[in-house]
């Protein structure tokens, strides 16, 4: 049974760029989070995504946006880039109030 | 807003020497706690929820309790693998709270052969 894979692993931009991440949830499970780890900090909360809607969004820009496929898979996009986006991105599913992570895309803006 | 603390913020043992790690925190009315074991550049691996004062659960070497205010992660006998950074996480009940997880900053814990 694969676990939430993300892709990719690691990502280079520039200021100002846009970029899309990808996630698969584990199998079975229906709701994506997405986190934000900056270095030596804990994850902070970017948003849910549950039956292709956002249902909930911590304290993220607008530049921050989501979707959620049918199939359950989910993408983050981040637009108009800063160098204070540079962090590990991670993607949860959740089910039966256990939240499993993938291994995150290391995202670095220059 | 929920807040988690955590500590110390770095713990070095020995092989063998047992010890505890602290979660403090601070929710309207808790749905869960999590811990999770974090290796460097990895996504966080799930350990434990507890859900109400006085649960406790075990894996291995590590036993997690939960009281009202806060949670402790017990490592008994701590082996060199065990190094990693543990981080806890609240989920609140109600609101706009209860589906996103509210993370402390970790615990480093390295332990030396």
Redesign the interface.
Known sequence: DAG?T?SPTHLIKTRGQQVTLRCSPKSGHD?V?W?QQAL??????IF?YYEEEE??R?NFPDRFSGHQFPNYSSELNVNALLLGDSA?Y?C?S?RN????????T?LTVL | EDQVTQSPEALRLQEGESSSLNCSYTVSGLRGLFWYRQDPGKGPEFLFTLYSAGEEKEKERLKATLTKKESFLHITAPKPEDSATYLCAVQAVGGGSNYKLTFGKGTLLTVNP
């Open positions: 939430v993300q709701t989070s986190y030596g900090q804990g994850p902070q909360f849910q249902r909930q911590g590990l991670l949860a959740f109030n256990e939240q499993f992570f993938g291994p995150g290391r």
